[in-house]
């Protein structure tokens, strides 16, 4: 039996022990251009055989197996943790307002759970209830609280219908569910079995109301008006609710597009102290694209539901597999945001990014991602972002080189070194740590401040067509330091991990992270690969991306959409003027009241 097939069927332990010994003993014994291809024929992404059996290929369910044991899922072609939790909420209330069961709904400190409120009394009822609609309908039932008692003396339930894609890569499933408290009344007074983020005792005559979905969690669009009931006190957001508006934005590019390539043929000629200048500055692979910005999307799409809207910018390039058209998506292009500043055409990242703050109808708030940059599991807008508005930054461990600048410098050192000698000159501070390569959290006012108050810097990084030695980095540090010194940004925590594509590590890296799925965010990363490698590289990414994000997102012509879009239009106005700030437009979207008999469901697209 081939290796890599025993390897597919050992224990993940077992086979990431092997695969360990593999990279330390056998791989330094392999031609390093082949090293990569050998790690990634012996590391399997897909599922193995054992995580695939079902009753036939085109079986409703599957059995699935998961770190807690095996679970009975429904097989989907199209779908998303909004969509499976609405679908389990939904159903919960549908089933308690068919029996006549009072509830109301109520927030949770997880992010990913919903929960409603009954009382006390009704526990047997509801019990019965929620057998009735999980046995025999792959629907899970759980205790929450005490985690050891059984299911009549609980005092929290939870419910659930997992669903997975067909090849059982991606489980959207317990985490997802619904959770029945069950709260007991006395003196005039509802108090619940645990606490959460608003109220667990109110008064018994505390008013029913609606409110719709963001109200009760940032999990969630927040242009979805589908509305529940609940009690007024639930209504009203804590201090540490997050509402403001946060955008997303992209930059791309289609370095095989031959009229692009033509247009850097001409730029290059023009430039010639690209001749002195590291290599890096213009290399074929900071322009490759293979497919990573659809599958950034795909995650953006499942694990932050609460962005407002997304701005692709892009050099009049557009995917083909992009739906331009859809509500929640703007490609922006180059001349847009540079007018009649900087030298256009521009084959420079970072005088790209010198100019993102005046893209028209950007949210003062946003997140810059480069398209090798994803999130990795469900996170809420507070770990970018605090209450107040102000940035978080994510220190890397590694430190700017301190040695003076050279013009053979790569390109990220040499903005680095600018940009600390901006901040030593206007703080009396030394700039010492990079920053990890994570969404930036970004203020349009702040890169609005710094284009203003180090015009000379910023006008000239807009002004090189490829990345100069006198470059800074805008967005991706100087910003970040800027906003901190000036009060406006503060330190955060992401679970995060870098991984460079050409290294023969890489592959164990990602059939790790495909086991696991434990972090933020992650960056997949090439920054010189010859053809050989790349091709590699390629087929890596080929297996990798799908495997971890199996859905398809509204974004993509080819994804079914699961809903009508609940995203408007954006008013996208002028252009940011130096030293304004924008905010997206408040937007009135009908209500559709849920928790009646008649009320019907909506799920989030």
């Avoid at 031609?31 to 695939?52: I, N």
Wanted: aromatic share 8%; net charge neutral.
């Amino acid at each position: 039996m081939p290796l890599r097939r025993i390897l597919r069927l050992a224990p993940w332990e077992v086979r990431s022990r092997i695969l360990k010994s593999v990279q330390r003993r056998v791989l330094p014994h392999v031609a390093e251009a082949q090293r990569l291809g050998v790690a990634r024929r012996l590391v399997s992404l897909d599922p193995p055989p054992r995580l695939s059996l079902m009753r036939g290929a085109d079986a409703p369910t599957m059995r699935v197996r998961t770190a807690r044991g095996w679970v009975t899922a429904r097989r989907e072609t199209a779908a998303s943790p909004t969509g499976v939790r609405r679908e389990n909420l939904d159903r919960v209330v549908a089933a308690l307002d068919e029996a006549g069961v009072d509830w109301f709904r109520i927030p949770t400190k997880a992010l990913r759970t919903t929960a409603v409120a009954v009382r006390a009394a009704d526990r047997p009822a509801v019990l019965r209830l929620l057998r009735g609609i999980t046995e025999g309908h792959a629907g899970m039932l759980d205790v929450v609280k005490p985690r050891r008692a059984k299911p009549g003396a609980a005092a929290i339930l939870k419910v659930c219908w997992p669903v997975t894609d067909p090849r059982g890569r991606l489980l959207l499933g317990p985490d997802l569910g619904c959770e029945i408290e069950f709260w007991t009344e006395r003196d005039g007074v509802l108090t619940g079995p645990r606490g959460n983020p608003i109220a667990d005792v109110i008064p018994l005559d505390e008013p029913v109301v609606t409110a719709p979905e963001p109200a009760f969690g940032p999990f969630s669009s927040p242009h979805d008006r589908t509305a529940y009931r609940t009690r007024q006190i639930f209504t009203l957001p804590s201090p540490d609710r997050i509402d403001f508006p946060i955008d997303v934005v992209y930059t791309w590019v289609d370095g095989g597009d031959p009229q692009w390539r033509a247009r850097k043929a001409a730029a290059l000629a023009e430039n010639a102290w690209l001749d002195e200048a590291s290599r890096l500055a213009s290399n074929d692979s900071r322009y490759t694209s293979r497919d990573e910005l659809r599958y950034s999307l795909r995650a953006l799409h499942c694990f932050a539901p609460w962005v407002n809207h997304v701005y692709l910018v892009t050099d009049d390039q557009v995917p083909d597999w992009l739906d331009a058209g859809y509500p929640g998506l703007t490609v922006v292009s180059h001349r847009e945001i540079f007018g009649d500043t900087g030298r256009l055409p521009t084959f420079n990242s970072q005088a790209i990014e010198s100019r993102l703050h005046r893209i028209p109808g950007l949210s003062e708030h946003f997140l810059y991602l480069n398209d090798d940059v994803f999130l990795g599991r469900p996170v809420s807008p507070d770990m970018f972002f605090t209450p107040g508005g102000l940035t978080r930054f994510f220190f890397s461990s590694a430190q700017v080189d301190s040695a003076p600048r050279r013009p053979d410098d790569p390109p990220a050192d040499s903005a680095g070194k600018n940009n600390r000698e901006l901040i030593r000159e206007t703080f009396g501070r030394v700039l010492t740590r990079k920053m990890m390569h994570t969404p930036h959290p970004s203020r349009r006012g702040v890169i609005a401040e710094i284009e203003q108050r180090f015009a000379e810097h910023v006008d000239a990084t807009a002004g090189h067509q490829f990345r100069h030695p006198d470059d800074i980095s805008l967005l991706s540090s100087l910003q970040q330091y800027y906003a901190y010194l000036t009060g406006r940004a503060v330190p955060g925590t992401i679970a995060y991990a870098y991984a460079d594509l050409a290294n023969p590590a890489t592959p164990l890296k990602l059939a790790g992270l495909l086991r696991h799925r434990n972090l933020d965010a992650f960056c997949l990363n090439d920054t010189d690969s010859n053809e050989a490698v790349a091709a590699e590289q390629a087929a890596l990414l080929d297996e990798f991306l799908p495997a971890y994000l199996p859905f398809a997102s509204p974004y993509e012509l080819t994804g079914a959409r699961l809903a009508p879009p609940l995203l408007p239009q954006v008013d996208r106005g002028p252009a940011l003027a130096p030293g304004a700030t924008g905010k997206a437009p408040e937007v009135a979207v009908p209500v559709q009241p849920h928790g009646g008999p008649a009320a019907t469901n909506s799920p989030v697209a």
